[in-house]
């Protein structure tokens, strides 16, 4: 338990990623890390109450009541480092951070995206849209992605991805369903407890 790397999940939304996370530590395989906080920019995010449900503290952070994005970052930050976490993950947060904040966590940050990165990727591109995008393009296979967070949005060095093929009958919303079951919530447990692992490995401990 003292060894383990101490994770904050960023959350805007429902929470079903974070959901796999209190899952798979549950189940041991987040073994290297402990989700210690979970931050998130929407006071009415369902991920609240599942945090509270694990009694996992949890903080709320609005840009509107900080006065912007910089004092917003300034607040995150020292939230983060306060409470000294190792390890920060993007699980549906929607928000871009900007190079300030990716600078001072670099490679220490990572995000679950809705597609295989480079395709439906970028500004613009979260929750629902990317489905929206990719069913409108016809690609036969899309997936999901977890990658390191840097200045660029979804830019970042690439750690899992995981395919899922497109349905004759899907709709967005069913896709996006599917993207979760079958990518997301497989392989942002995993990557995450990879990450942990390097993290340990690189404080000397093991
Ligand atoms: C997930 O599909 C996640 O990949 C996506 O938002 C959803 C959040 O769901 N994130 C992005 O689009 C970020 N670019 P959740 O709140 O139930 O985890």
Redesign the pocket.
Known sequence: MKDKIKIAVL????????QALIDAQKAGIINSGRISLVVSNNINAY?LERAKNEDIPSAVLLKSECGGQDAFEDRLIGLLKDNGIELIV?????SILSEKFTKAFEHRII????SLIPSFCGKG???LR?HEAALSYGVKVTG?TVHYVNEIP?GGEIIMQKAVKIKKDDTAEIL?KR??QEA?WKILPRATENVCKKLIKAKGIV
């Open positions: 959350v805007s939304g429902g929470g079903t990623n974070l991920a993007l699980a549906g947060f929607m995000n679950v995206h809705p591109f979260y929750g990317v999901a979804d996006q993207v979760m997301e």
